[in-house]
């Protein structure tokens, strides 16, 4: 059954699972407006850099493809566990500049996922990506599933950084990789999507080993932290892809 949400939490509407996701990146590569494009649809040209944390939250319905399986299910079972689900993402922002960086550990606490946040037209914010995902390794939990975003590809004519470039860094790396425009909304939905769906194949799959062996282990339950294993997370991680 779907828990209701306590009074403090956004939206007002039942959930099966709660996930915290993280925007990380440096200050200016649109990280605001790809969490408001998200979870208001809108857009602010004016956007000005954020102060210390803020988070909003969206409620989605998770869909897998009936080809996708567990090792361990076969498809049509797969289907029944995963159809029709309910996920609420909480989605943290901050501000990417030094003098906020106190509030790191508090950030990444219970962290399920992670949107690594660069500017296709400044090649800075793409170099400091290798510092970003250090940081993100040093605090959060070593298996949290990670997704390297492009942003501003509707910039074309100021471009700074190569597809090429970017693929080869998120292979490298293990990372899933999409190029996305907050401003026109390409590959917004895709790209908190693919993250939230990955996280719930893998806590799904938890899940229903759990109950295979007896120890009675259903949706996970308020409060409970989510560990991703590194087993579980490689067949995601391993993925380099454009939409």
Same mark, same amino acid.
């Given at each position: 059954?779907?828990?209701?949400?306590?009074?403090?939490?956004?939206?007002? @509407?039942?959930?099966?699972?709660?996930?915290?996701?993280?925007?990380?990146?440096?200050?200016?590569?649109?990280?605001?407006?790809?969490?408001?494009?998200?979870?208001?649809?809108?857009?602010?040209?004016?956007?000005?850099?954020?102060?210390?944390?803020?988070?909003?939250?969206?409620?989605?319905?998770?869909?897998?493809?009936?080809?996708?399986?567990?090792?361990?299910?076969?498809?049509?079972?797969?289907?029944?566990?995963?159809?029709?689900?309910?996920?609420?993402?909480?989605?943290?922002?901050?501000?990417?500049?030094?003098?906020?960086?106190?509030?790191?550990?508090?950030?990444?606490?219970?962290?399920?996922?992670?949107?690594?946040?660069?500017?296709?037209?400044?090649?800075?914010?793409?170099?400091?990506?290798?510092?970003?995902?250090?940081?993100?390794?040093?605090?959060?939990?070593?298996?949290?599933?990670?997704?390297?975003?492009?942003?501003?590809?509707?910039?074309?004519?100021?471009?700074?950084?190569?597809?090429?470039?970017?693929?080869?860094?998120?292979?490298?790396?293990?990372?899933?990789?999409?190029?996305?425009?907050?401003?026109?909304?390409?590959?917004? @939905?895709?790209?908190?999507?693919?993250?939230?769906?990955?996280?719930?194949?893998?806590?799904?799959?938890?899940?229903?080993?759990?109950?295979?062996?007896?120890?009675?282990?259903?949706?996970?339950?308020?409060?409970?932290?989510?560990?991703?294993?590194?087993?579980?997370?490689?067949?995601?991680?391993?993925?380099?892809?454009?939409?």
């Amino acid at each position: 059954m779907a828990r209701r949400p306590a009074p403090w939490e956004q939206g007002g @509407d039942e959930y099966d699972y709660l996930f915290k996701i993280v925007l990380i990146g440096d200050s200016g590569v649109g990280k605001s407006n790809l969490l408001s494009r998200f979870t208001r649809n809108s857009f602010s040209l004016d956007s000005k850099s954020t102060i210390g944390v803020e988070f909003a939250t969206r409620t989605i319905q998770v869909t897998m493809p009936a080809s996708a399986s567990f090792s361990s299910a076969s498809p049509d079972l797969l289907c029944l566990l995963v159809e029709g689900k309910i996920v609420k993402a909480q989605i943290w922002d901050t501000a990417g500049q030094e003098r906020y960086r106190a509030i790191t550990s508090a950030y990444y606490r219970g962290a399920v996922g992670a949107l690594l946040v660069y500017d296709v037209t400044k090649a800075t914010t793409f170099e400091n990506v290798k510092r970003w995902l250090k940081e993100l390794r040093d605090h959060a939990d070593s298996n949290i599933v990670v997704m390297l975003i492009g942003n501003k590809i509707d910039l074309k004519h100021l471009r700074s950084v190569s597809l090429e470039d970017a693929t080869s860094f998120a292979e490298r790396e293990g990372l899933s990789f999409v190029e996305t425009s907050a401003l026109d909304a390409t590959n917004v @939905d895709k790209a908190f999507q693919t993250v939230l769906t990955e996280i719930y194949r893998i806590i799904s799959k938890k899940a229903l080993a759990a109950d295979e062996a007896g120890a009675g282990a259903g949706a996970v339950r308020e409060g409970q932290s989510i560990q991703v294993s590194a087993t579980d997370s490689s067949s995601f991680t391993s993925r380099c892809c454009s939409f």
